[in-house]
């Protein structure tokens, strides 16, 4: 396993890059909105597990993510689970982009869990649904390996999932896979994790917006109530950003963070992702 240092160094050396197309062919064969370095950090990341605990994919889509995990979990020993969580519903754009081969339905918010299961039909003994509202859920599921997390687009949905998911992660071997975290109209993110930085040690930036964190710690419940975004004034998210911002200063740019900031400023009190996208769109004309 390693100590932190040394898992820092494996990362730093972003050893998934080495991972080919035929070694990951069962997973690269599900459609995904994942980048190519992405799919291969999934992948890598599946195939280092050496716990038993769970895997989780928070906002699985038609099952993308959970399959680069798992083309690299069933090369391992692994004895745990994989859960997949998402309202598992696709707008018809999304449909038409991600879905080609599968008939367009002629309304949004269409099934798509049936499609999801199907393509991870070779892993189904592995693989546990749950289909709903991520921000009603609970973790019962006993320790976590890896958590991914692609679904955590407003902040009410951040807190939750890092009240309900944290506590499971195992000291010096969970990663957390933040798959949105640079992308500016979701700053809660790094607002909550650098208020538990003490907890977390950021591993690698994957482009373009994906960084991967170590588990050092479990946060206390103390500390996750004081990490919660929800409740921040729109200062005081912007304070955070500016202390996330000096935390990554060697691994990430500072742009990414002024990025942020100028959609807290330009849309007061939105905490939710798409307010901020759509605000922007109606400023742009
Ligand atoms: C960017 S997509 C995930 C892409 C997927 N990981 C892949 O590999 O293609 C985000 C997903 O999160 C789901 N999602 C977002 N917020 C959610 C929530 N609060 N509860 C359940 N699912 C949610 C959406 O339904 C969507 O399928």
């Known amino acids: 396993?390693?100590?932190?240092?040394?898992?820092?160094?494996?990362?730093?050396?972003?050893?998934?890059?080495?991972?080919?197309?035929?070694?990951?062919?069962?997973?690269?064969?599900?459609?995904?909105?994942?980048?190519?370095?992405?799919?291969?950090?999934?992948?890598?990341?599946?195939?280092?597990?050496?716990?038993?605990?769970?895997?989780?994919?928070?906002?699985?889509?038609?099952?993308?993510?959970?399959?680069?995990?798992?083309?690299?979990?069933?090369?391992t020993d692994w004895a745990g689970r994989?859960?997949?969580?998402?309202?598992?519903?696709?707008?018809?754009?999304?449909?038409?982009?991600?879905?080609?081969?599968?008939?367009?339905?002629?309304?949004?918010?269409?099934?798509?869990?049936?499609i999801a299961r199907r393509h991870l039909a070779r892993w189904a003994d592995r693989v546990e649904w749950h289909r709903g509202e991520i921000a009603e859920t609970r973790w019962t599921g006993g320790a976590v390996e890896i958590l991914a997390v692609d679904a955590a687009k407003g902040a009410a949905v951040a807190d939750h999932v890092a009240a309900e998911f944290f506590p499971a992660l195992v000291p010096g071997r969970s990663v957390v896979v933040q798959q949105d975290y640079l992308i500016a109209v979701q700053p809660w993110l790094c607002a909550q994790m650098v208020h538990?930085?003490?907890?977390?040690?950021?591993?690698?930036?994957?482009?373009?917006?994906?960084?991967?964190?170590?588990?050092?710690?479990?946060?206390?419940?103390?500390e996750l109530q004081a990490a919660r975004t929800f409740d921040l004034t729109d200062g005081q998210l912007m304070h955070g950003v500016r202390a996330a911002a000096?935390?990554?200063?060697?691994?990430?740019?500072?742009?990414?963070?002024?990025?942020?900031?100028?959609?807290?400023?330009?849309?007061?009190?939105?905490?939710?992702?798409?307010?901020?996208r759509q605000a922007e769109r109606a400023r742009q004309g």
């Open 246 to 276: 000096k935390w990554h200063a060697y691994m990430i740019g500072r742009e990414r963070f002024q990025a942020m900031l100028a959609q807290i400023k330009a849309n007061p009190g939105a905490r939710l992702g798409w307010q901020m």
């Open 1 to 75: 396993m390693g100590t932190a240092a040394e898992i820092e160094a494996e990362f730093a050396a972003r050893p998934w890059a080495g991972v080919t197309e035929a070694e990951m062919a069962a997973g690269l064969a599900v459609p995904s909105m994942l980048r190519p370095e992405e799919s291969r950090l999934y992948h890598w990341l599946g195939r280092r597990v050496t716990g038993n605990g769970a895997v989780v994919d928070l906002g699985a889509y038609a099952g993308g993510s959970a399959a680069r995990l798992l083309s690299g979990l069933e090369r």
């Open 196 to 222: 538990l930085r003490d907890c977390f040690l950021p591993l690698a930036l994957v482009p373009k917006d994906c960084v991967v964190f170590l588990c050092l710690r479990r946060p206390t419940a103390g």
């Open 82 to 114: 994989l859960h997949a969580y998402d309202h598992f519903r696709s707008s018809r754009r999304f449909w038409e982009k991600f879905l080609p081969n599968d008939p367009l339905p002629d309304h949004d918010e269409a099934d798509i869990l049936p």
